[in-house]
């Protein structure tokens, strides 16, 4: 006889909570405070927790299969590169090596975590491999390997669902869930733009990788003065900054600014050290740099 398995949000919160909150204590020291306050009150929401309830049925049951029958696992047989980036994105973050799938999505410089706490998995497009080089490439793995140290799968997944499928998914009212995850997840896009900078540990490439991720496009970034672009982010305090409240990143120059911000941190500067190099790092705390970020990443303000 198979035994059904217990679906209620509760319950599997409960039984992953040891491992959610391992999960989170390895995360804080450079997650977001943002993020971390959020996530904390997300199953308290009844609406959420309704649908990450459905989102983990329907993932058991019928996503994981259909989203994957087309993908290619990473191996070290199969891109051995994409592996071994992931390898040390994992090394770095001292967490096990994250299994990856390469999706053959034509065009589209995107990737995704999906899953759940015990089942967690990276699919990137393949259209990465081909205009990414290969420090950019480990920016976006580490990003993605944020998610799932930070536990953010489930979460993420339940939104991708709403956003994607909720009328067939839910068959009540999912705005109030979608905009709660929608402002959690634009802080958490915060930690693991972090995440992908502690990998590659070069400013650089990892602003290069976000704003080429935002363009669709190697030659369009070639031609664009950063500093410039950046001013566009006062423009973003007009009337129309409203739009952000129902998108799930954070406008692209916010993203820049607050990964600045982070990169001035004594943890940041203390991680990019030299082994030899014993000397105390000087910056600015990551206390600061979080209230830094809050007012960058102001929609209302």
């Given at each position: 006889m198979v035994t059904k398995p217990d679906l209620s949000f509760a319950d599997y919160v409960a039984a992953r909570k040891g491992a959610s909150n391992a999960r989170s204590r390895e995360g804080a020291a450079y997650a977001y405070a943002g993020d971390l306050k959020i996530?904390?009150?997300?199953?308290?929401?009844?609406?959420?927790?309704?649908?990450?309830?459905?989102?983990?049925?329907?993932?058991?049951?019928?996503?994981?299969?259909?989203?994957?029958?087309?993908?290619?696992?990473?191996?070290?047989?199969?891109?051995?590169?994409?592996h071994n980036l992931a390898q040390r994105c994992a090394d770095t973050l001292q967490i096990p090596t994250p299994t990856l799938y390469v999706s053959?999505?034509?065009?589209a410089l995107n990737a995704h975590t999906f899953g759940t706490t015990d089942d967690a998995y990276i699919v990137l497009n393949a259209a990465l491999v081909d205009h990414l080089s290969e420090v950019e490439l480990l920016d976006v793995i580490g990003?993605?390997?944020?998610?799932?140290?930070?536990d953010h799968a489930i979460y993420m997944t339940t939104l991708y669902f709403l956003s994607h499928?909720?009328?067939?998914?839910l068959q009540w009212g999912t705005r109030p869930a979608?905009?709660?995850?929608?402002?959690?997840?634009?802080?958490?896009?915060?930690?693991?733009?972090?995440?992908?900078?502690?990998?590659?540990?070069?400013?650089?490439?990892?602003?290069?990788?976000l704003v080429k991720?935002?363009?669709?496009?190697?030659?369009?970034?070639?031609?664009?003065?950063l500093d410039?672009?950046?001013?566009?982010?006062?423009?973003?305090?007009?009337?129309?900054?409203?739009?952000?409240?129902?998108?799930?990143?954070?406008?692209?120059?916010?993203?820049?600014?607050?990964?600045?911000?982070?990169?001035?941190?004594?943890?940041f500067k203390s991680v990019i050290k030299g082994p030899k190099d014993s000397s105390p790092a000087e910056g600015i705390s990551k206390e600061a740099c979080d209230a830094e970020v809050a007012k960058i990443?102001?929609?209302l303000a």
């Amino acid at each position: 006889m198979v035994t059904k398995p217990d679906l209620s949000f509760a319950d599997y919160v409960a039984a992953r909570k040891g491992a959610s909150n391992a999960r989170s204590r390895e995360g804080a020291a450079y997650a977001y405070a943002g993020d971390l306050k959020i996530r904390q009150t997300l199953g308290k929401i009844r609406p959420v927790t309704l649908a990450v309830e459905a989102t983990v049925r329907f993932w058991q049951t019928v996503e994981k299969s259909r989203m994957l029958g087309t993908a290619v696992k990473v191996t070290p047989k199969q891109f051995p590169k994409l592996h071994n980036l992931a390898q040390r994105c994992a090394d770095t973050l001292q967490i096990p090596t994250p299994t990856l799938y390469v999706s053959p999505n034509i065009g589209a410089l995107n990737a995704h975590t999906f899953g759940t706490t015990d089942d967690a998995y990276i699919v990137l497009n393949a259209a990465l491999v081909d205009h990414l080089s290969e420090v950019e490439l480990l920016d976006v793995i580490g990003h993605e390997c944020g998610h799932i140290q930070n536990d953010h799968a489930i979460y993420m997944t339940t939104l991708y669902f709403l956003s994607h499928m909720g009328s067939t998914l839910l068959q009540w009212g999912t705005r109030p869930a979608v905009l709660a995850l929608k402002a959690w997840a634009r802080r958490a896009e915060i930690t693991c733009d972090r995440t992908g900078l502690l990998c590659t540990r070069d400013l650089d490439a990892s602003i290069g990788c976000l704003v080429k991720l935002a363009l669709g496009s190697k030659k369009l970034y070639s031609e664009i003065n950063l500093d410039e672009y950046l001013q566009q982010l006062e423009e973003t305090r007009g009337p129309g900054r409203l739009d952000e409240l129902g998108r799930s990143h954070p406008y692209l120059p916010k993203r820049v600014a607050a990964l600045r911000a982070f990169a001035k941190t004594t943890y940041f500067k203390s991680v990019i050290k030299g082994p030899k190099d014993s000397s105390p790092a000087e910056g600015i705390s990551k206390e600061a740099c979080d209230a830094e970020v809050a007012k960058i990443l102001s929609v209302l303000a």
